[in-house]
């Protein structure tokens, strides 16, 4: 019986050889530990559609951002619950509000240890759930939005943030936050760019985290899933821009196009695993359907085989540990 000489297999025969091979890495410094802090708590609260995580209070937050430091992760990205919205998500934008508050304690806590990022959106703080201020007629009203963007920025720049992560998909939202910051001495602070965001089915479980009061859908400014090109033009704007990083959002469902934008940028690109991806693996694990350590490192390589440079993820501390052996 005649054999090919060439077997590939020979370098999987041992972990060893997978190791000196491998095409692709994660280390903790690549993830990124996204945070919620509700505001009026003193313990922690579940989130019941993402086992595991929780609503922090502020001291708990400290002590989580503090625990996904010591574990060598690359940055926290920051979520807040306020206890009151309204139409202009005026909470976003007060020093004192319960986002603006959480930066200040973090930054106090762990300084430059890590990167300390913010989500610059209002789909937390209205009443109405949207990521942008309503005209009249109920649509969100796009440049109306982006002064509001401004305002929160220069909040953020205060309270020591040392990016803001812009997700609104807001035409124009990183050349106006750009400008305000630079115009307001805080041209240190970073701009991330969720440049390609998608209309997902798969953010539900988040919108349960900031119990989001969502009315309708944000069809009209997130992307449609179907396109793939689109991300590339909305990418390209962002650059132009000034963003300093773009994210591709969700993760795992459009490893195609963060692929295609790593290929057309030259900036850091990274990808958000969000929270439908996390609480498929964790509800599925829990049934016995999957092993959840290895599903989760496996999705986190997926990522980074694409091309990412860093993963938002809700595992970020706990898969630090597990690649560390800690």
Not at 207 to 224: F, I, K, M, N, T
Request: glycine fraction near 10%; aromatic fraction near 6%.
């Amino acid at each position: 019986m005649s054999f090919p000489t060439d077997r590939p297999r020979r370098l999987r025969r041992t972990p060893a050889l997978r190791r000196l091979v491998a095409e692709t890495s994660v280390e903790p410094r690549h993830l990124i530990q996204p945070l919620f802090v509700r505001e009026g708590l003193s313990e922690p609260v579940p989130i019941g559609s993402m086992p595991g995580v929780v609503q922090h209070s502020a001291d708990t937050l400290r002590a989580a951002a503090v625990a996904a430091v010591e574990a060598g992760v690359g940055g926290l990205m920051l979520f807040g619950v306020p206890s009151l919205r309204d139409a202009e998500g005026s909470a976003a934008y007060d020093p004192a509000g319960i986002l603006n508050t959480a930066i200040s304690d973090v930054v106090a806590e762990v300084g430059d240890a890590t990167v300390v990022m913010a989500d610059l959106c209002l789909d937390e703080f209205t009443n109405h759930g949207h990521c942008g201020l309503l005209a009249a007629d109920g649509s969100v009203d796009n440049d109306a939005s982006l002064r509001a963007y401004a305002q929160m920025a220069v909040a953020q720049a205060e309270a020591g943030v040392h990016v803001v992560g812009l997700s609104g998909m807001m035409d124009g939202q990183v050349a106006t936050v750009r400008v305000v910051l630079d115009d307001t001495g805080r041209g240190d602070v970073a701009v991330l760019a969720y440049a390609a965001k998608y209309a997902s089915a798969f953010y539900g479980p988040f919108r349960d985290a900031v119990e989001s009061r969502l009315v309708g859908d944000r069809r009209s400014y997130q992307q449609d899933p179907a396109n793939g090109v689109e991300a590339l033009r909305e990418v390209r704007l962002d650059v132009e821009e000034g963003a300093d990083l773009v994210l591709v959002k969700p993760a795992l469902g459009y490893l195609d196009v963060l692929a295609s934008v790593v290929a057309a940028v030259d900036l850091p690109v990274g990808a958000y695993q969000v929270s439908g991806e996390y609480a498929m693996v964790e509800l599925a694990a829990r049934a016995g359907a999957i092993q959840r350590e290895r599903a989760i490192l496996e999705t986190l390589t997926s990522v980074r085989r694409a091309g990412a440079t860093f993963v938002l993820t809700y595992w970020a501390t706990e898969a630090a540990g597990l690649l560390t052996g800690r």
